[in-house]
Every structure is written in C-alpha cells, then in structure tokens.
C-alpha cells in the first residue's frame, strides 16, 4: 500500500510532499518509535499491525495507517519546529 502524506521524517530524512510512503518507511518508523521489533520487510502481516495497534492506543488515536502516519507527522514537524521561540524582527532602512 502506499500513501500520500505531506510530510514524513524517518530518522534523519523528509520526505517532500505529496511523496509516496511506503510500507518499509513505515515499519521503519514504527521500530525507530519502538513499537516494531520485527525486520523492516515491506509487507504488513500480524506483527505489524499489532505494533499499529499499540502505536495507536499509546498515542489514543484510531488504528489506520493514515491516522497513526497523521500523527507520525505531527509529531516529527512538533520535534523539529520550536514554537516557543520568538522570530527575529527586520527593520528595513
């Protein structure tokens, strides 16, 4: 299965928007937030959808793969983005 999602961080990488996430980057994802242990493999059995199902009722959201990659997302862009800093401001002369 492959989804579109605006943005998803596994580990150190984005992907851009509108790109395509697949199977593998998301089991990566989940073993990266410790919920899979099983090897990354592209194919979504019965290990990993116990770990969508933990992911899920950790973070209490519904058990689909586009909620949990919602949340994946939101949660990168909230790690990266420090909201309590203030933005400069420019004075133009």
Request: aromatic residues 8%.
């Amino acid at each position: 299965m492959k989804l579109t999602a605006t943005a998803l961080f596994v580990g150190l990488s984005c992907l851009p928007a509108n790109a395509e996430i697949d199977d593998f980057a998301f089991q990566v994802r989940l073993i990266e937030d410790g919920f899979y242990s099983g090897e990354a493999d592209g194919q979504i059995g019965p290990a990993t959808e116990a770990a969508m199902k933990a992911y899920a009722d950790t973070n209490s959201i519904p058990n689909t793969m586009s909620d949990i990659i919602a949340h994946m997302v939101k949660r990168a862009i909230e790690k990266r983005i420090d909201f309590s800093k203030k933005v400069p401001s420019f004075q133009i002369r």
